[in-house]
């Protein structure tokens, strides 16, 4: 089948303002994948060609979102893949990278990389990659370099370790450990991503203020400082050095971690990191008001580690933006009574494209082509897609975002697409709006005037395995 999407705007390569950045084409898809972006008309119609007019809005490549817990198999009360990806699509994005360590069991050998995608494939909405992952418990075994191995054999898109955990069934890595699965990732060629936050100092704080009866969400925010974050991407940059292994420090929420991931890359390590909505939003005035539902880790901090955020997206010092999407049982989870037992985690993956377009780039601290490359071309590159996605070209996948630039839209937990739905969002008018998400050529997300939404079926999606061998 060919499919012709008419009369729409696609970015530019240039690096001018909004309404310099952006020119009509013309998409030509065939099967799942795009024939050309050309002028309009420049292409003679076919007979049996399809025509749809998207009625002058922007389309951008769909967005990845690489870093997702939908805590499927084991903890479906929080998440499944189905409402996961169901979410996915209602944001206009089209390939999710599933952690490894929120399901059960975890992904850690290729039996239980298997075992997963006998339940995750039939209900996956959009495009979807693994995480594979190596904690404590999963080291304790004779074989798990041969479980590593099997693991990167089988396509995953990246190694996760915890220098700081929470769960006992993937228990978090010493810097010794963490040294050797660095050495075995960079000989088999795949990047490692990294918690990022000293143990030792922050279960230190944990303890002390527990001890002294403190229980609020600045009490929760004081047990985990800048400080633990810079002292382990300090560690990171040092074991980088000296195996020369691709280390990516996910969700950064720390200025000075920044800096320092920021002078790796000068210095010519390959370590990089991710940052979050909820950290380039959010600070810890905001989670003194909002309490659990803000709770995160590592935890949102000050203003001007936020600015110093919103410029490393901008400038480059970001390699990707990512949500953690990790929804908590709502109400039960977020109000437990206590701060320290209430979940740590929110749902974002819908809100992903949505803020990012409106908060970077209508209101000018992202160009459009900086927007693109954060969601789309650098996250295809890390994972090893980027021959087949993140791209807006020929002969990649026909995974397309179309928005509505003039519409608005104020976000609304019970509006949303996934499991739980609370968000420390609510409330915010955010500038564009999602109308179509298209997936390898096929509509998987629609929103018709008045609102009447159309969803494709579960089961559409499909696993995408890393291709490409890990680079700078």
């Not at 209430?342 to 992202?366: A, H, W």
Request: charged share 25%; glycine share 12%.
């Amino acid at each position: 089948m060919r499919t012709r999407l008419v009369n729409l705007r696609v970015p530019t390569d240039g690096q001018a303002g909004k309404g310099q950045d952006t020119v009509p084409a013309d998409i030509l898809i065939e099967g799942e994948k795009i024939a050309g972006v050309t002028p309009p008309g420049e292409r003679p119609v076919e007979a049996d060609e399809q025509r749809t007019d998207l009625q002058g809005q922007l389309v951008l490549p769909g967005a990845i979102d690489g870093h997702v817990h939908f805590d499927d198999p084991g903890f479906t009360h929080r998440e499944t893949f189905e409402t996961g990806t169901r979410s996915a699509a209602a944001g206009g994005v089209t390939c999710v990278v599933d952690m490894p360590c929120t399901s059960l069991p975890p992904v850690t050998s290729r039996a239980n990389l298997e075992a997963k995608l006998a339940v995750i494939e039939p209900r996956a909405h959009v495009d979807f990659m693994l995480w594979g992952g190596v904690s404590a418990n999963a080291m304790e075994q004779a074989d798990w370099i041969a479980n590593l191995e099997d693991v990167v054999s089988e396509g995953v898109g990246a190694i996760k370790v915890y220098m700081l955990s929470g769960m006992d069934t993937f228990r978090d890595l010493d810097t010794a450990r963490i040294e050797a699965v660095l050495r075995e990732t960079c000989r088999l060629g795949v990047p490692v991503g990294v918690h990022a936050e000293d143990r030792r100092l922050v279960l230190g704080l944990t303890e002390q203020l527990i001890a002294l009866g403190r229980n609020t969400p600045l009490d929760y925010a004081a047990s985990r400082p800048a400080a633990g974050e810079v002292s382990a991407v300090s560690t990171l940059g040092d074991l980088c050095r000296r195996t020369g292994a691709r280390v990516h420090v996910v969700h950064v929420g720390a200025g000075e971690a920044l800096d320092l991931i920021a002078s790796a890359r000068d210095e010519g390590l390959p370590l990089s990191g991710e940052t979050c909505p909820h950290f380039l939003e959010f600070t810890q005035e905001d989670l003194a008001s909002q309490g659990a539902i803000l709770k995160t880790a590592p935890v949102v901090k000050t203003a001007a580690d936020r600015e110093r955020l919103w410029l490393g997206v901008a400038n480059g010092d970001i390699q990707h933006v990512a949500t953690d999407h990790a929804a908590g049982e709502w109400p039960a989870e977020k109000h437990t009574g206590s701060i320290w037992t209430d979940y740590g985690g929110v749902p974002g993956v819908e809100l992903l494209l949505p803020y990012l377009y409106s908060e970077g780039y209508r209101k000018g601290r992202l160009t459009l082509g900086r927007l693109v490359e954060l969601i789309s071309t650098a996250p295809a590159t890390f994972f090893g897609i980027d021959s087949r996605k993140g791209r807006l070209a020929p002969g990649y996948d026909a995974d397309l975002t179309v928005i509505d630039e003039d519409g608005s839209w104020t976000v609304k937990a019970k509006d949303m697409h996934n499991l739980n739905r609370y968000t420390p969002m609510e409330g915010r008018t955010l500038a564009g709006r999602v109308t179509s998400t298209f997936v390898r050529g096929t509509l998987v997300f629609g929103l018709g005037s008045g609102g009447a939404e159309f969803l494709g079926p579960a089961g559409f999606g499909q696993r995408v395995k890393r291709e490409t061998r890990v680079t700078p």
